[in-house]
């Protein structure tokens, strides 16, 4: 048994794909193709569904209109923009046994910072609540990286150090979780690539203890328990 996923999330660094493009949409992501946001959402569903990690599979998610990977705003600055990119058109059979469209994914995870708006997650979710595609969105406090640096001991492990906790994560304004993860990664880890650094986070902090930290976190798990 496996779950196809397709997820969107605001940046290149959170998918692994801040240089190079993705495959066309609907095609499996191998393994090297993903980034931190794939590892978290891979564990979290994994807990969520009591499924092996192994057998949630993600795929190429679909394109704007014009082609273009969505990232960042076009995630949340247009209603129009965000519900094609959840619409999967119909399978049409070009010969026997080959469609001309990817197949529409089991799940869709969406990922967006809140950046101190609180409607954020509320907003987006009216926008597509009526798709027929099974959705997640997330929409960490303010960004991503306060979810990977939620369990103190994990970013010690991963740095190399014994780190000065945080203050409260969620309090922080925003891009302050962002340049706390940069400046760590740079003044403990400055041979190693950040993508490796992000997923090494995203592999080994404690969910559990992370939800307790982080307050989205706890939401984004309990809305894919839900999901299915």
């Not at 992000?198 to 307790?212: F, I, P, W, Y």
Request: include cysteine.
């Amino acid at each position: 048994m496996s779950l196809r996923v397709v997820l969107y999330a605001e940046g290149g660094r959170d998918t692994g794909g801040e240089r190079q493009m993705p495959p066309q949409p609907g095609t499996a992501l191998e393994e090297e193709q993903l980034g931190p946001a794939h590892v978290l959402v891979r564990r979290c569903l994994a807990a969520a569904r009591g499924l092996p990690e192994a057998a949630v599979r993600f795929e190429s998610p679909l394109r704007t209109g014009r082609g273009r990977v969505a990232r960042g705003a076009m995630l949340y600055d247009s209603r129009e923009t965000l519900r094609a990119l959840l619409t999967w058109p119909p399978l049409v059979t070009a010969s026997p046994g080959v469609s001309t469209a990817p197949r529409r994914p089991e799940l869709v995870v969406v990922l967006v910072d809140a950046d101190e708006e609180p409607q954020r997650l509320q907003m987006l979710e009216s926008w597509v609540e009526d798709l027929p595609v099974d959705k997640v969105i997330g929409v960490p406090v303010q960004e991503f990286e306060a979810w990977l640096l939620a369990d103190d001991a994990a970013c010690n492990s991963v740095f190399g150090a014994t780190l000065d906790p945080l203050p409260e994560l969620e309090a922080m304004p925003r891009r302050a979780a962002k340049e706390a993860l940069d400046e760590r990664s740079r003044d403990c880890c400055p041979d190693k690539p950040e993508r490796i650094v992000r997923q090494s986070l995203a592999s080994v902090l404690d969910l559990d203890v992370a939800a307790r930290r982080c307050g989205s976190l706890r939401t984004f798990r309990a809305r894919l328990a839900r999901s299915g």
